[in-house]
């Protein structure tokens, strides 16, 4: 079968990462989280105490960043590797969600992770989630998903998540977390969060994993067949 580009973008922790394994999985593409990107980029400012602030200095940090998506052999996912490191847990840590969002509204840092997320569609056979993939980087793409869920719904999903990683973490913080990067993601100058005009809109907050991907599924048939014909 024609092989195409599927796009997820979407509001924080409302699936959109899980759906797009899945589709992955069963489609045999590669799956891509452009949010790790930024969190990578994040990772590497604290850790290097970069004054993000100040364009020179996010340039001057750039050029010694790199980024590389590497297959986990077992789990079958890409993961994030920052300057040949494994950081794909670390970047999931709240100290990053904090200051995500302020980094990734940065003009350099968002032309240097788009310009290396454009390169990755050359081959079709993708699904990229985050937040500007169906607007900015793949506006082309065959298959464009909009996720959306309550807020309760999507804070209690992340807080289950991070609470069996960390007991000491409580759902007000996560809260008012994702609160805080919808706000910044969606009113950002440069490529906010917004729907594509030819994204379908996905809100999971009755639906199963299974039921998700049954409908997706379909979705993806005829995205594939319209493109063929
Ligand atoms: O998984 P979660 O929804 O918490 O977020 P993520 O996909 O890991 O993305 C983390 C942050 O990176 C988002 O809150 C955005 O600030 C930024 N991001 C972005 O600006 N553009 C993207 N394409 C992906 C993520
Ligand atoms: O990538 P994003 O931040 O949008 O969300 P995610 O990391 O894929 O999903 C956050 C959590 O919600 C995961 O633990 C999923 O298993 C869960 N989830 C769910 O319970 N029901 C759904 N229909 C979709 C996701």
Redesign the pocket.
Known sequence: MKKIIIT?D????????????QLARKLDYTYI?S?AMYRAITLYFIQNRIDWVSPEAVVKALADIHLDFVMNVMSGVCEMHLNDENVEHLIREMVIAEKVSEVAAIKEVREFAVAQQKQMGARKGIVM?GRDIGTVVFPHAELKIF?T?DID??VE??F??LYAKNRNITIEEVKQNLELRDYIDANREISPLRKADDAIILD??Q???N??LELVMQWVEDATMAHTS
Do not use: H, V
């Not at 979407?10 to 394994?21: D, F, P, V």
């Open positions: 997820i979407g509001y924080s922790s409302c699936g959109k990462s899980t759906l797009a394994k989280d949010g989630d996720m869920a719904i999507r999903r992340r289950k998540e999971n907050s639906l199963s994993l039921d998700q």
